[in-house]
């Protein structure tokens, strides 16, 4: 398994401002993603984190709003730019621990609650 | 898009039933997850069950999988007033290029009246 921290758990931020959400895992981990979970919806998913490279983002996501990084296999950082009221939603980060049947499912972290004013 | 969909969207029970929650999907798979969330914080894993699989059982949990009819059902028995969760089934992505993203659907609400 994986113990994940993710921090902030919760902010409300001005309209206009960014903010950066850090992951960190307990141990080495082959595959970090990034959800976005909007009131009441269900999670969609961001970008996959790469170590050492540009993240893999999804459709209808874009790197000049949602930068990431992940400098190593235990961390990884989302900012949501230039927010916008649109953007309040839970983001999550989870990861895949290894790719062998029994290691291949993923955890998550307890989420940051972003509330944009 | 959305692969999986739940359903009911909410179930209400007493404490002591069981209660049943079905998933279904649109095109083939190799696994289907399940997973729970208390009131907005972090996911929590309670089952994987592979394209090869029929059933599975992990202590009050029961999954079955169909992939004739592409579909999936959760089964908790003998719920608890902890059971009060929003629980949703999770499938690869569509689109492929990696096994490991997931997409949701958009969740059963259980709620377990004491």
């Known amino acids: 398994s994986a113990v994940i921290s993710q921090k902030p758990s919760r902010d409300i931020c001005q309209r206009g401002t960014s903010l950066t959400i850090q992951c960190q895992v307990d141990?080495?981990?082959?595959?970090m993603f990034w959800y976005r979970q909007q009131p009441g919806q269900s999670l969609t998913l961001i970008a996959t984190?790469?170590?050492?490279?540009?993240?893999?983002?999804e459709s209808g996501f874009v790197i000049d709003k949602f930068p990431i990084s992940r400098p190593n296999l235990t961390f990884s950082t989302l900012t949501v730019s230039n927010m916008s009221p649109e953007d309040s939603s839970i983001y999550l980060c989870s990861v895949v621990v290894g790719l062998a049947p029994g290691r291949d499912i993923q955890y998550f972290g307890a989420g940051t609650r972003l509330s944009v004013l | 898009s959305q692969q999986g969909e739940e359903d009911p969207q909410a179930l209400s029970i007493q404490e002591g039933e069981n209660a049943t929650m079905n998933c279904s999907y649109k095109t083939s798979i190799n696994n289907l997850q399940w997973y729970r969330q208390n009131s907005g914080r972090g996911l929590v894993h309670l089952i994987l069950i592979r394209s090869n699989e029929r059933e599975k059982h992990s202590g009050r949990l029961r999954v079955t999988l169909d992939t004739s009819k592409k579909s999936s059902s959760l089964l908790i028995t003998a719920s608890r007033a902890a059971d009060t969760a929003s629980y949703f089934c999770a499938t690869p992505f569509l689109g492929g290029g990696s096994n490991y993203k997931l997409t949701f659907g958009k969740g059963t609400l259980l709620t377990v009246n004491p």
């Open positions: 984190a790469n170590q050492g490279s540009e993240a893999t983002y």
């Open positions: 141990s080495q981990v082959t595959m």
